[in-house]
């Protein structure tokens, strides 16, 4: 009998898919649900019915999995922001892994056995340091709501204060609510700002201070183990990485499109005293050729940081052609960055080297990942350019 809408139905949940939902199967026919754990029986409603799955929703769990904790959340469930509070922290980080290493594997043909243990958050609440807050009219219920998209459609959620906001945000939560806008449609992001950088209003940084020593030092040990002395730091922000790896390279290059990240990113590399990094305004994939035909291709390191969308297929194919000895990727979307990475991949000419997932986003189904790719295919150029630098080397001119 094929699903309808409505139905009732029990499932076993098998997998945790990436996106946080359950996968269960009813006759074969998988049936995402979510806020459920692998190993549980569920009662759950039929939501939606698509021609290759279902979808529904949570309405009893029958057996509960040992990993199963109360959500600490008075909107958990509700509120589109986060899928895991049900889930202990050890499980989700444990989940996550294998979700990178499933979709690695599918889209992006890359061996289980290069990703890394998630690295955990040392605080898995309470560590988000940017939240945009919106507010809606809500007719039926003649009442403006202030919070956060909800979980089942994008109507807002009225929520008074996050959990995995930074106490400070909580605070700025109040203060908008107790100021609230005549009408609805107000957006605003609310932001802790990071101590020792400058950051303009509008522009990038990244969102849990918790997590960012052990991400600096995954990039620093993936640039010292490919031992290049030049870095291009390419959608740079206000020069986050670049700065942070200064000491352990010759020279770098930020290049960033958003003119006052690239103007903070000269007073944040001042601040600091770093004066072998250089800083440019424009978009990678118009910049990068110039830049790449500077540089001995073999002692020179890309870092790509780039946006949800992932790299444009010109910017890869640039990469492909002029081969720098290692490219360390970083990114937030691990289904973007496996595509990218099946590319920089094909033909052999890299070679994924580790990727290393951190917990940049405890009790929400997303992750960073940073990976470490190097070349394997050198052209005729650049054997010369090595022999070159190897007897520059040898004659303690290099
Ligand atoms: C994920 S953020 C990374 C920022 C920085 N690496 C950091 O860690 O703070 C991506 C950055 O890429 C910039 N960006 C997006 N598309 C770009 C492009 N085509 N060229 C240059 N910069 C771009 C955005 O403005 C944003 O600052």
Redesign the pocket.
């Given at each position: 009998m094929p699903l309808k809408i409505g139905d009732q139905i029990t499932l076993q949940i098998q997998d945790l898919a990436f996106g946080g939902e359950g996968v269960g199967r009813a006759d074969d026919f998988v049936v995402f649900t979510p806020f459920v754990i692998v190993g549980e029986t569920v009662l759950v409603e039929i939501t939606e019915v698509k021609k290759h799955f279902a979808r529904a929703r949570l309405l009893r769990v029958e057996t509960a999995s040992p990993e199963r904790v109360t959500p600490p959340c008075r909107y958990f469930g509700q509120c589109g922001g986060c899928q895991y509070q049900h889930l202990a922290y050890p499980a989700q980080l444990h989940a996550k892994q294998k979700q990178i290493a499933d979709l690695f594997e599918r889209v992006g043909k890359i061996p289980r056995a290069v990703i890394a243990p998630v690295i955990p958050c040392p605080a898995p609440y309470g560590y988000r340091n940017r939240i945009m807050i919106r507010s809606q009219w809500n007719g039926p219920a003649k009442k403006l709501v202030i919070g956060f998209i909800r979980a089942d459609n994008q109507f807002v959620e009225d929520i008074e204060e996050c959990q995995i906001a930074e106490p400070a945000l909580n605070e700025q939560i109040k203060q908008v609510r107790a100021n609230p806008p005549p009408k609805g449609g107000l957006k605003v992001v609310l932001r802790v700002q990071p101590e020792g950088w400058n950051v303009p209003q509008h522009?990038?940084?990244?969102n849990n201070f918790f997590l960012l020593p052990k991400l600096v030092e995954t990039v620093r040990d993936f640039l010292q183990a490919g031992g290049a002395r030049h870095l291009l730091?390419?959608?740079?922000?206000?020069g986050?990485?670049g700065i942070e790896a200064a000491n352990v390279l010759a020279s770098f290059t930020g290049?960033?499109?958003?003119q006052p990240?690239i103007a903070a990113a000269q007073k944040n590399a001042q601040t600091r005293g770093v004066t072998n990094g250089t800083f440019l305004a424009?978009?990678?994939?118009a910049v990068l050729p110039e830049l790449l035909a500077k540089l001995p291709a073999a002692q020179t390191a890309v870092l790509l940081?780039?946006?949800r969308k992932g790299c444009?297929p010109e910017l890869l194919e640039q990469l492909r052609q002029t081969r720098p000895a290692q490219i360390i990727y970083?990114s937030?979307h691990p289904a973007t960055m496996a595509r990218d990475l099946n590319i920089l991949c094909g033909d052999g000419v890299f070679e994924l080297a580790r990727v290393q997932p951190l917990d940049m986003f405890p009790q929400t189904q997303h992750v960073e990942c940073v990976a470490d790719l190097r070349c394997q295919k050198t052209t005729p150029a650049l054997e010369t350019e090595l022999a070159n630098a190897r007897f520059l080397d040898s004659t303690g001119q290099n």
């Open positions: 522009s990038f940084f990244q730091d390419l959608y740079c922000g206000v986050f990485f290049v960033e499109y958003d990240a424009g978009k990678v994939e940081d780039p946006p444009w970083v937030c």
